[in-house]
């Protein structure tokens, strides 16, 4: 499963140097997360009203080269792996990549690994509903 969001850099996710603030990546990086899940049939409110949470386990960030104020960022979501009760994905995060998906910077790349819990917070395996939507 993968997907992609774009988003324009806001002047509050900025530092005083007009470049995006390591925190906001993140962020970015759920929103893409969400919505390639969201574009496989299953939203994350589906899911928690089913008592099933993803909660983030691990979260890597290599920072390449600073994106700025205004530009456009692709952020490129994808599973990479699975266990009984986690979701392993990656993400490229690209600057000013052309409509037509040609050009751009790449500007980080990173790695999460998220838990399976219960509403208890007790790890739990993952659904079929879930698992199935992973390699559809």
Request: proline fraction near 4%; glycine fraction near 10%; aromatic fraction near 8%.
């Amino acid at each position: 499963m993968e997907g992609s969001v774009r988003v324009r850099v806001r002047y509050c996710e900025c530092d005083p140097m007009g470049y995006v603030h390591h925190s906001v990546h993140p962020v970015w990086m759920e929103i893409a997360r969400t919505e390639t899940l969201r574009a496989s049939g299953v939203s994350y409110k589906h899911m928690e009203s089913q008592g099933v949470f993803l909660v983030v386990a691990h979260l890597s960030i290599d920072y390449k080269r600073p994106a700025r104020y205004d530009d456009e960022a692709l952020i490129k979501c994808r599973v990479t792996g699975t266990g009984r009760a986690k979701l392993e994905h990656a993400y490229e995060l690209w600057r000013n990549v052309g409509e037509d998906g040609v050009g751009g910077e790449l500007f980080a790349t990173a790695r999460t690994v998220l838990a399976c819990v219960g509403a208890d917070g007790r790890p739990r395996p993952l659904p079929d509903w879930l698992t199935a939507q992973r390699h559809g």
